[in-house]
């Protein structure tokens, strides 16, 4: 006798569970507008058109990336300088002159 009670109120709670997820969903309230969630912090009107007003642009990252194109650029001089006294130093020779001295660089 306990048994078919158990699946009879078994069944029932499965028919309760069924009916109640296939319901459907409330509708959202629709006479005011929802609330922001978050606040911006713009700066004034003027601040926009006035350009001495405004904030430099970030450059960390720009500089960051720069640099070593940078440093080749600083190199590159140097090795260009010091290629121009070596062809200088090997046409005195070639010509038979005595090399000049090492520049200090």
């Known amino acids: 006798m306990t048994r078919p009670l ?25 006479e005011r507008p929802p609330a922001p969630q978050a606040v911006a912090n713009l700066p004034d009107k003027d601040t926009w058109k006035d350009a001495s007003k405004r904030e430099a642009p970030a450059t960390d990252l720009l500089d960051y990336t720069q640099a070593p194109q940078k440093r080749a650029k ?19 020779q070639a010509a038979g002159n005595a090399s000049p001295p090492p520049s200090d660089q």
Do not use: M, N
């Open 74 to 92: 600083a190199t590159e001089k140097v090795v260009l300088d010091q290629g121009a006294q070596q062809r200088a130093d090997i046409d005195a």
């Open 6 to 30: 158990v699946q009879a109120l078994c069944l029932l709670a499965f028919a309760a569970c069924a009916l109640t997820a296939c319901s459907r969903p409330e509708k959202p309230e629709t």
